[in-house]
């Protein structure tokens, strides 16, 4: 008699156990769960995103203050000397608002959209 009602007592409590898991697995797949889901996943790599960019930022800065002070172009400049401009990579402004600056090199690479 107590071998039957502990197979029965345990029988139910494994029936409301799985009950429970397969409703909460529902519940978790539904449309707006899903949703949700994904925004905070968007979110949260967005963040991580931003972060690895501010870490790029500030290491590129410190390197090229590094570079900057080992190849000598901090040193104080003469002031009877003429100032050295940079030129720009990119051409000017285009002149229709709808097309595109390019970078000015040639590529072999078929692949290309031309």
Request: a neutral charge; charged letters at 25%; glycine letters at 6%.
């Amino acid at each position: 008699m107590f071998r039957r009602t502990f197979w029965f007592t345990a029988g139910a409590a494994a029936g409301v156990w799985a009950t429970t898991k397969v409703n909460r697995k529902i519940k978790q797949l539904t449309p707006e769960s899903l949703a949700a889901q994904a925004a905070d996943k968007a979110i949260e790599t967005g963040h991580k995103l931003k972060d690895f960019a501010l870490d790029v930022r500030d290491n590129m800065v410190r390197r090229e203050a590094e570079l900057g002070g080992a190849l000598g172009l901090e040193a104080p400049v003469d002031p009877d000397l003429p100032v050295q401009r940079h030129h720009a990579v990119e051409a000017a402004e285009p002149a229709h608002p709808h097309t595109y600056r390019k970078l000015p090199y040639n590529s072999n690479n078929r692949n290309e959209d031309h």
